[in-house]
């Protein structure tokens, strides 16, 4: 193919949830693999449903994960306007041309009439098509009535990248409005003319457009314009259920997960493989890996469900690759208030032995508050523990002091505690399960915290030791 060109195409209706902009991921990796350009398009031609601030949040999120576009409302190229409804004159331009041709008329009927002939398609068992109510002299087109296309009922094959081979009879092709009384063109007539004009190769778009496809196959033709490669892309589903997926569903703006700590290359893996798979049993790739492996013919055809708890995961994976340092600069702003004045070694040594856990920045406060204050003794850390609350208070105090007084032995280092751990597993006789829960307990007073010989050693002999003899005295 020579040169490729893709596009996104979303109207500023609301706020892109991480599921919808899915679609703008794999439109860029087609573009980019191919070194081809991907363009932003606004599609801002439904003026009832437009929501302020909208576009510029799309171009944000898209900026964020790095979706970089090489043409678009805010970046010049050679095919702009950007947005449509900065592209009337285009829209009368290619609608003229339809009139001239005999393929558009002035849609003459009330929707009173409309209605009518759809009740009485009803009643008679028939399927609705505006086609057959065509008006023998409709008149002049002058903008007060809507423009419809004339069109020319057949049967299509064709092929989607993604759905394969399909086909559909003339029953599914119908006069559908290509411009509206407002002046603003329709999606259907809108997207056909500026993919031809901005020179698209790929139509990479959501479910919901497919039953269109064949009506849009009869505008191409209409126009003689070459039609472009078309993928569908299945819907992103809720997890549980047969509804695609939706802000109730906990699906949130990439922004926000942005905001929570989440990594933008850790998101775009996640998206990719929503529904997308190299055909290995890989499941976390880079940004270059997908630019490498992406294809489209590899995208599953039915719906894919989005797990947040896979994110979480994904998230967490890529936590890990990155350097220490790097980390430090990128959690700057998600430390608990308590860390406050806690100079910038310690919370490195801290960071250190939560990096392994940390699935989200946001969650760094409920991780590591306890290294930078003591919190107050919680009972029911032992009381809910399933071996420990089998103890009596005696005997936990009993191995809270043998703890106390090996502790004071080690100079703590990781390795003479780990060392000194494992001499009181055997002086106590008992199961790591047991005293371990217990001294990590007395020193965190959380329920989960970093592996106790590391905890121990950044919060240093004093803090730890005083922790301990805090519990001692809680229990007595
Ligand atoms: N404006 C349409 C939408 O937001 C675009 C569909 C397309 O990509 O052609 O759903």
Redesign the pocket.
């Known amino acids: 193919m020579s040169n490729v060109r893709t596009?996104?195409?979303?109207?500023p209706?609301g706020f892109l949830h991480v599921g919808g902009i899915r679609?703008a991921l794999f439109a860029w990796l087609v573009a980019r693999q191919n070194d081809g350009q991907f363009v932003l398009r606004l599609?801002d031609t439904d003026k009832k449903r437009e929501v302020a601030g909208a576009d510029k949040h799309l171009m944000e999120s898209l900026k964020v994960l790095g979706l970089d576009y090489d043409e678009g409302p805010d970046k010049n190229g050679n095919f702009g306007p950007y947005r449509q409804s900065e592209r009337l004159d285009v829209y009368n331009k290619w609608a003229q041309k339809l009139i001239d041709e005999g393929r558009a008329y002035a849609d003459p009927y009330s929707p009173e009439e409309v209605q009518a002939f759809r009740d009485e398609a009803k009643k008679n068992k028939q399927p609705f098509l505006y086609r057959n109510h065509r008006p023998d002299n409709p008149p002049k087109w002058d903008g007060t009535k809507p423009l419809r296309f004339k069109s020319d009922p057949k049967t299509y094959k064709w092929h989607d990248e993604v759905m394969g081979e399909l086909s559909t009879g003339p029953e599914v092709i119908d006069d559908f409005v290509l411009m509206k009384t407002d002046g603003y063109p329709t999606?259907n007539f809108s997207?056909i003319v500026d993919?031809a004009e901005m020179e698209i190769t790929h139509?990479?778009?959501?479910q919901?457009?497919i039953a269109s496809v064949p009506n849009y196959l009869n505008l191409y033709e209409a126009l003689r314009l070459d039609r472009p490669i078309l993928a569908t892309v299945p819907s992103v589903m809720a997890l549980e259920g047969t509804k695609k997926l939706s802000k109730r569903d906990g699906a949130k703006d990439v922004l926000d997960y942005v905001r929570d700590g989440y990594l933008p290359e850790a998101l775009v893996s996640f998206l990719a493989t929503l529904g997308w798979n190299d055909g290995t049993e890989q499941e976390v790739f880079t940004i270059d890996e997908l630019i490498e492996k992406f294809s489209l013919d590899r995208i599953q055809k039915s719906g894919a469900r989005f797990d947040e708890r896979r994110l979480l995961w994904v998230n967490g994976h890529f936590i890990r690759q990155i350097t220490l340092n790097d980390l430090y600069d990128k959690v700057e702003n998600y430390w608990p208030k308590e860390a406050k004045d806690a100079d910038d070694e310690y919370k490195k040594r801290v960071l250190s032995i939560v990096q392994e856990r940390l699935k989200y920045f946001s969650e760094l406060p409920e991780l590591t508050q306890f290294f930078f204050m003591d919190l107050p003794i919680n009972p029911e850390l032992i009381s809910s523990n399933k071996k420990l609350k089998k103890l009596s208070n005696e005997e936990l105090k009993i191995l809270l002091e043998a703890t106390v007084s090996k502790l004071e032995k080690s100079d703590f280092s990781v390795n003479d505690l780990k060392e000194k751990l494992n001499e009181l597993l055997e002086e106590t006789d008992t199961k790591p399960a047991v005293l371990f829960s217990l001294v990590r307990i007395a020193i965190t007073q959380t329920p989960a915290s970093p592996g106790l010989a590391d905890t121990l050693n950044v919060l240093g002999k004093e803090k730890s030791i005083s922790r301990i003899a805090k519990q001692i005295q809680a229990l007595s």
């Open positions: 596009r996104f195409a979303p109207s209706t679609t599609e999606y997207h993919d139509v990479i778009r959501s919901e457009f």
